[in-house]
């Protein structure tokens, strides 16, 4: 009777069991999809991404990056494909104490504290990027001389160890070079060398269109709690920034 039963469960299943059957097997072409449709989305997906992430690099036409040092600011300035612009100052510090007492040193070694570089970028208007963009291609920020021995050394012999740093690239030009410590004229300090006027030019132009001392503020009241510093000159600048007032 047992072997019975089983033949006809076997040959003739039951409505329920035959059920099963078909939404397990339902269950299974559909999981087979699905890792074939994410396989398929993720190959897409890669593709998009390396070739967006190679437009982007091929798309700029023109960028120029000076350092200036009055404060440790620089100026970035782009132009894309498309009549598109993006500018931006970075202003870099380091947090942490150069105090170099052998207690303030003793005191760094035993709690390991370390110093950290700290960043902080703001955007300028796309009106301001352009305009210097134009400006500064018209005085020859991509053609002028280097202070070479061909151009007599036009540096001279500064002290205090701090230069200007303009790295420049576009489809004509891919140079970088430095000017010691050119500083915006005011009147009173016009450059007598043809190559470190036409510099202090560029320097100006920043000056007079960018507020780079508001810009300052501004970038250290975000910073945190804790004391920094950067380099000028021969030396260093530090200051501490004490908890906010909630």
Known sequence: TKVAAFLLTFYFPSENSRSQKTQLSIHKHVAKHMKKTIYITFIFLNIYLNLNSQNNIDSIIKKYEITLI????????????GNKYSGKIKTKWTKGSINNSWIKRLWNDIWNIEWIEVKEYQ??????????????????????????????????NFLDGDSNKFVIKSN????????????????????????????????????????LEEFYSN???????????????AGVIQFKIRKKKK
Do not use: H, W
């Open 70 to 81: 009055e404060r440790p600011q620089t100026i970035e300035l782009i132009k894309y494909s």
């Open 123 to 156: 955007e300028l208007k796309v009106e301001t990027t352009m305009k210097l963009l134009e400006k500064l291609e018209k005085l020859g920020i991509e053609t002028i001389k280097d202070c070479n021995f061909e151009n007599n050394f036009c540096d001279g």
């Open 172 to 211: 004509k030009v891919d140079r970088k070079y430095y000017f010691d410590e050119i500083y915006p004229n005011n009147g009173k300090n016009t450059e007598k060398n043809e190559t470190r006027n036409q510099a202090q030019k560029f320097i100006t132009l920043i000056y007079e269109n960018i507020e």
């Open 219 to 233: 970038a250290v009241s975000k910073l945190d709690k804790g004391t920094y510093f950067y380099s000028r000159g």
